[in-house]
């Protein structure tokens, strides 16, 4: 198994280490690529400041710190540079042109912001407990029906918009409820909406490929495995089995925050995907005419 992470945090925004001291680990270990996807600036578009997204001033710093490293390991360690780019509706997103012209290899798509239906007010859904616990009472009324529609209308709008190469944690909305259970995954009203989400995902994935536009491949997230905060990875099995029937291809990633979680829980997410039906995954491999370029690795 070749082992990659293309979602990876470092201290540029709300990681543990700083990119060469990552870059290290990922070549000790015998990675043969690894990725970083800083949490894409926000303050600017949306006046919301936050500890853990990459500042607006350092995103030029971001850029040329990792294009260093990419000539410094050049010939041992392939080294791509990338965003993590939050979609928060009405506010920002992959598809935004200043997103879209950065000299970026790849661009990973995700939700951690929706709104709240009873005041418009911004909830994080992957908060820490206590804070997630208050805002699910403050801003959903308790209803965790609402607060995963929520998520998943914020999620289909991101993927219908376009813009992303890798879509990522899909079922992030998840990873509190292992402690307060405000939903049921296997409810009839669940099951329909992640199912609309992987008939979105396979229609933008053919749509990107007919254009020649980018073509939005699923990440296998294990962040939820590593810290403790799921029994499996982001998306489920039951998300896997049906994005496998509607021929959506997956790739892992760790979303590292520290040199001790590159490749963490990749075993897992190699026999939850092949559990699914899969037989093989991609691995990235650059960026040429405006295209990213994968290839397919048997698990």
């Known amino acids: 198994m070749t082992y990659s992470c293309l979602h990876t945090h470092t201290t540029f925004c709300d990681g543990e280490s700083d990119v060469h001291t ?42 040329d710190t990792i294009r260093r490293e990419q000539k410094l390991w050049e010939g041992t ?18 598809a935004d042109r200043d997103i879209q ?13 929706v709104v709240s239906p009873k005041n418009g007010g911004l909830f994080a859904v992957d908060s820490p407990p206590e804070e997630f ?17 929520a998520y998943y209308d914020a999620y289909g709008a991101m993927i219908s918009a376009g813009g992303c190469d890798i879509l990522a944690h899909l079922d992030l909305v998840k990873k509190n409820n292992r402690r307060f259970t405000f939903f049921s995954p296997d409810s ?44 499996g990875p982001y998306p489920s099995l039951e998300i896997q089995r049906l994005l496998h029937k509607r021929h ?22 190699r026999e939850t995907m092949i559990s699914a039906g899969y037989a093989d995954m991609l691995i990235f491999e650059g960026r040429k005419d405006g295209r990213a370029l994968w290839r397919e690795e048997a698990l």
């Open 248 to 269: 959506v291809p997956l790739t892992i990633n760790a979303d590292a925050h520290g040199p001790d979680q590159l490749g963490g829980g990749y075993e897992i997410a």
């Open 77 to 94: 360690l392939k080294v791509y540079l990338g965003l993590e780019v939050d979609f928060i509706q009405g506010l920002c997103g992959p």
């Open 188 to 231: 009839p009203e669940y099951v329909d909406r992640v199912e609309k989400i992987a008939d979105l995902t396979a229609v933008a994935r053919i749509a990107g490929t007919q254009t020649g536009g980018r073509s939005p491949v699923v990440e296998v997230n294990t962040g939820g495995i590593i810290r403790g905060r799921t029994a």
């Open 101 to 113: 012209d950065l000299p970026l290899d790849y661009i990973i798509g995700a939700v951690h912001y």
């Open 133 to 149: 616990e208050r805002g699910l009472e403050e801003l959903f009324n308790h209803d965790g029906t609402a607060l995963y529609n």
């Open 22 to 63: 990552m870059c290290a680990a990922a070549w000790s270990k015998g990675f043969t690529s690894i990725g970083f996807s800083s949490h894409a600036p926000v303050t600017k578009k949306t006046g919301l400041t936050t500890g853990w997204h990459l500042p607006d001033e350092r995103l030029e710093e971001y850029i």
